[in-house]
């Protein structure tokens, strides 16, 4: 079954039928072909923006870390800040220092050491709401386009399928045409031969 | 079956070919016309045949390419644990142990007023004995044991207040500043550790997400390759049709030639 054959005058009512049959499996084939094409084009689409969701996912996670790092890198330099004000304060204590100077020492001390302790412990669940959490979303969506594409592949394989099951009765039709001929001939040959 | 299909290819066949060739018999013509068939189908064939050994090589290509991701995942998987894992070292290990010297520092350097730092330092050791015990295989409920003592310890400690002068509490209070200072450093240094982890943890996201692409990619080849093979097969089983259908036209006309001449 791989092309049309026009109906001819001379033709049986059984091969017209037969023609219409093969018309008709053809048109079959041909939806299907497209179907398929269609189904071949979302499959690589959503494939594509799979990819895409993958990709944003590990710059969010890039991000994420990226913030996060940054506050523990504050919170470690506050805590260097700190110590050296609180090496001041100490030494100041120790040698009978300006007690003005040793409470101006102490509360800078004081506020990075809190601002150290604030950034370091907020490091941690910064990467999570910047990089974890978007991160996952881009995930769920990869998930979402990766399920999308299945559904196509399968739809695709299914148009597949339709066209080979059109070609076989096309085949059949066709094997079906070419008996009624034969018989046809037959016939005729023997009403020849009887003349 | 010469009747409908060689008389419709027949005229078909009329239809395309030049006017001098359109005196020939019906025979004739639908043979041509089949010959004609038989050429397309080779030609569909030869394009069949193309794309399949195309199709090949683009999925040795993707192979080739998909492979290479996963290599380039693996990798940069590699260093992301490692870098991660010296982070861990520095921003959580070594911070604490500094941490843990820099209180008992702190509590030779007030001649014991800072006592409950030391408690802190001590309280600060268990705990990463608790976790280093556990990371050495230790048995889990001497960790657990040594971790409740941590917290224990923890809740006695308070903040310390006066400093004691003289050289010890001087080298103290270095001592002290020293490790704090390394404290800092230790945090900086595992954040920006974690920063190159998290770099090649991006990267290998990446390649995880091109391995993905080369994936589709392979698998819309497959389906491609798959359609050839139709492709290929059918136009094989129209030109086996072809050919029968032109036998068999050549032995009916010659079986009704044999029984006109018979009758005449």
């Known amino acids: 079954m791989t092309q049309v054959i026009p109906s001819a005058g001379s033709a049986s009512f059984a091969g017209e039928l037969a023609v219409l049959l093969i018309e008709k499996e053809s048109t079959q084939a041909e939806f299907a072909e497209q179907q398929r094409d269609v189904a071949r084009e979302a499959f690589l689409n959503n494939a594509q923006h799979q990819v895409d969701a993958l990709h944003d996912a590990a710059t969010a996670t890039m991000t994420g870390a990226l913030v996060g790092a940054s506050l523990s890198i504050v919170g470690g330099a506050c805590q260097i800040g700190a110590a050296g004000f609180q090496y001041e304060v100490d030494a100041g204590k120790a040698y009978g220092g300006c007690a003005r100077e040793i409470a101006s020492n102490q509360l800078n001390a004081s506020i990075l050491a809190d601002l150290g302790q604030a950034s370091f412990k907020m490091s941690e669940p910064t990467r999570m709401l910047v990089g974890d959490s978007t991160a996952a979303r881009f995930q769920a969506e990869a998930k979402r386009h990766e399920t999308l594409a299945e559904q196509a592949r399968w739809q695709a394989s299914d148009a597949s399928s339709a066209i080979d099951k059109a070609d076989k009765r096309g085949d059949k039709v066709l094997d079906l045409l070419q008996s009624i001929q034969q018989s046809e001939n037959s016939s005729a040959n023997t009403i020849i031969g009887r003349i | ?264």
Not at chain 2, 69 to 88: K, M, P, V
């Open chain 2, 1 to 264: 079956m010469s009747g409908t299909i060689s008389s419709a290819h027949v005229s078909a066949w009329a239809s395309v070919s030049p006017a001098s060739e359109r005196s020939t018999s019906p025979m004739s013509g639908a043979c041509a016309l089949l010959a004609v068939l038989v050429q397309a189908q080779c030609s569909s064939q030869a394009s069949a045949k193309g794309e399949i050994e195309l199709g090949f090589a683009r999925l040795d290509e993707l192979k080739q390419q998909l492979a290479d991701s996963i290599r380039q995942a693996e990798e940069a998987a590699d260093d992301s644990g490692f870098f991660g894992f010296l982070g861990d070292i520095f921003g959580s290990d070594i911070a604490q142990i500094a941490g843990a010297v820099a209180s008992i520092a702190a509590t030779i350097a007030t001649g014991g007023a800072a006592a409950p730092l030391l408690l802190l330092a001590i309280s600060e050791a268990l705990q990463v004995a608790a976790k280093v015990g556990a990371e050495l295989g230790l048995d889990p409920k001497i960790c657990m044991a040594i971790a409740v003592a941590a917290v224990a310890v923890g809740f006695c400690s308070g903040a310390g207040a006066g400093q004691a002068a003289g050289e010890v509490a001087d080298v103290a209070r270095g001592v002290s500043l020293g490790a704090k200072v390394t404290q800092g450093a230790a945090t900086i240094a595992g954040g920006s550790l974690h920063v190159v982890s998290a770099h090649y943890r991006a990267k290998q996201l990446d390649h995880q997400a091109d391995a993905v692409g080369h994936r589709a990619e392979d698998e819309a080849t497959n389906l491609d390759l798959d359609e050839a093979f139709s492709r290929l097969q059918r136009a094989l089983c129209a030109e086996q049709r072809a050919l029968a259908t032109a036998s068999e036209i050549i032995q009916d006309n010659s079986k009704t030639n044999t029984t006109l001449s018979n009758r005449i």
